[in-house]
């Protein structure tokens, strides 16, 4: 009978072990599902602030080209006003 208790002893220890990595691997793998979502989110902010930048660049080329439109256009009103020789 001390053999029988021994055996379950060492299988209730073992049963303990088996709880408490189990417990700690859902919890490890809950962190890495909740870090993953981070850098998702991570990544998100990058792309959105990437989106943010060329669209400032964006407006400051249409705002060049603009001005450039006005110039051309007054230039060609200038030629065209100036008498020909």
Known sequence: MDHFNRLVSEQMMTMEKLLYLQGELERCQEIEEQLQTLQKETELESVQFDINQ???ELKEIQDVFERQTEE???SYRETDLEPSI
């Open 54 to 56: 060329m669209k400032k």
């Open 72 to 74: 051309v256009i007054q």
